[in-house]
């Protein structure tokens, strides 16, 4: 009983977060303008044309690969979202091809 629990509570405390995906696709958005210049959820500024992203559950500093139409961007996760996908920088959209004022689907590995 004591090994079941043990390893119940392992599972939990580990997460989702902890285990590696491959090209995953996803839906992308971009950060609204009015973010710029205030603290992010993990501490940093938000700079609208830097390089950063936001994700629903990735630990803070999770570095990111996000591929969109060929080009491929290693992205820091600096914030949270309440999205089901990944909310990218305008600089990082940019730099990927994502429309700035719409979604795209991009596949992101971890």
């Known amino acids: 009983m004591i090994r079941r629990l043990a390893l119940a509570a392992a599972l939990l405390l580990q997460g989702p977060a902890l285990a590696h995906h491959t ?3 996803v839906t992308a958005t971009v950060y609204h303008q009015e973010f710029n210049g205030e603290v992010a ?3 940093s500024v938000y700079r609208h044309w830097g390089i ?3 994700h629903p559950w990735l630990p803070c500093g999770t570095i990111v690969r996000v591929a969109h139409g060929g080009r491929v961007l290693s992205v820091p996760i600096t914030d949270r979202c309440d999205c089901n996908s990944i909310d990218l920088s305008a600089g990082a959209a ?3 091809g994502v429309p700035l004022d719409g979604i795209a ?3 992101i590995s971890y």
Request: charged share 20%.
């Open 94 to 96: 940019w730099r990927l």
């Open 105 to 107: 689907t991009v596949r």
């Open 23 to 25: 090209g995953r696709p």
């Open 52 to 54: 950063s992203a936001a």
């Open 41 to 43: 959820y993990c501490g």
